[in-house]
């Protein structure tokens, strides 16, 4: 009987043993199986509010890339320079790794390289379509400029029409002088200088203060940029004077953008493309709705600027259009040179 005891014997201990390892090898494997990479966070900012066109970009963006890389990537923006920066320090913040990605004015950054003060140029490119021609002729420039500043360009933001926000209305020539303005670059500063009105380039963010002690009492500013900062409860006019269709552009730390696999930028660069995309798309009822907020806060529009005034404004920007090209060089010249001969040929 005994080996028959030690054949069962042996027979549960096999049974056992191989329940065990059953149990316990997936088990072990499981937590293998299962774990996956961390999401690589980026984060971004603008000095823009949320609800402007730089603010609705980052977030679109930031959208498409969490979906187009399956959350492999998490870009989080933050907006109204909560990161600590404003348009002109950000391609610095970026090239240094402060962020990761960020979206700066580009009327902010003509000390970084002039060729970004080419979209903000006084009555060059005024309407949608002028402004998107413009934008890609120069788009190849624009990326070379960032890349010497250690970034990739990802996506272009545009701004609606540039108007004059004002205390009061802006009717005549003595208004125009009465006028202490934030201006959003040197160029536009120069303008209205030159058109007899004092001026100086501010962020919006150093802009409000001055606001609100009344040593400013006008803002050169689209009717987005305008109605995202509440301008109305300072300035409740607004001259439509069509100066300018800017540019704000978004760019990557060039050693987060190689860090990525082939398939990642892939899906970035697409996500930047989906983005633009949307932009332009987005100001075809943009202009709509931004004249709707302010008519509702009671901000009175002027669409048709007092002749007097927007002469004097053109004149005062032919003057400093001659003074960019003398700054940019022969190449950024040349840029728009071809531009305004192209528009010439489509009239």
């Avoid at 990761?100 to 080419?118: K, R, T, Y």
């Avoid at 409740?236 to 100066?243: E, S």
């Avoid at 949307?278 to 709705?289: G, P, V």
């Amino acid at each position: 009987m005994r080996p028959i005891r030690q054949r069962t014997a042996r027979a549960v201990l096999s049974f056992a043993l191989t329940t065990s390892l059953a149990v316990a090898v997936p088990a072990l494997i499981a937590p293998i199986a299962l774990a996956q990479p961390a999401p690589v966070a980026w984060q971004m900012a603008t000095e823009y509010p949320a609800t402007s066109m730089p603010g609705e970009g980052l977030s679109t963006f930031a959208q498409e890339v969490a979906a187009r890389t399956q959350g492999a990537l998490a870009p989080h923006a933050t907006f109204d320079a909560a990161a600590g920066y404003k348009s002109a320090q950000m391609p610095a913040a970026i090239r240094d790794g402060k962020l990761q990605v960020g979206d700066a004015f580009g009327g902010a950054l003509g000390e970084v390289d002039p060729i970004f003060l080419l979209s903000s140029l006084p009555f060059v490119a005024t309407s949608v379509d002028q402004a998107h021609r413009l934008a890609d002729l120069a788009r190849a420039d624009y990326a070379r400029a960032f890349e010497k500043q250690g970034q990739r360009l990802l996506y272009i933001t545009p701004w609606p029409p540039t108007g004059l926000w004002s205390r009061n209305a802006v009717g005549s020539l003595d208004a125009l002088l009465a006028l202490s303005v934030r201006a959003y670059d040197e160029t536009s500063a120069e303008v209205m200088r030159a058109a007899g009105a004092k001026a100086q380039s501010l962020s919006f963010a150093d802009a409000m203060p001055r606001l609100k002690d009344g040593s400013v009492n006008a803002v050169l500013s689209s009717g987005d940029g305008g109605a995202g900062r509440k301008l109305w409860d300072y300035l409740p006019h607004f001259t439509a004077i069509g100066y300018a269709m800017p540019l704000s552009f978004t760019t990557i730390n060039l050693a987060a953008w190689q860090a990525l696999t082939p398939a990642q930028r892939d899906a970035v660069a697409a996500a930047g493309k989906a983005t633009e995309d949307r932009q332009w798309a987005r100001l075809n009822t943009r202009l709509a709705e931004n004249t709707a907020r302010m008519h509702a806060n009671g901000v009175t529009i002027e669409d048709h600027p007092a002749p007097a005034v927007q002469q004097a404004l053109r004149d005062a920007g032919t003057s400093a259009i001659g003074l960019w090209q003398s700054r940019v060089g022969e190449r950024g010249a040349a840029l728009l040179k071809t531009y305004l001969s192209t528009e010439a040929g489509l009239r």
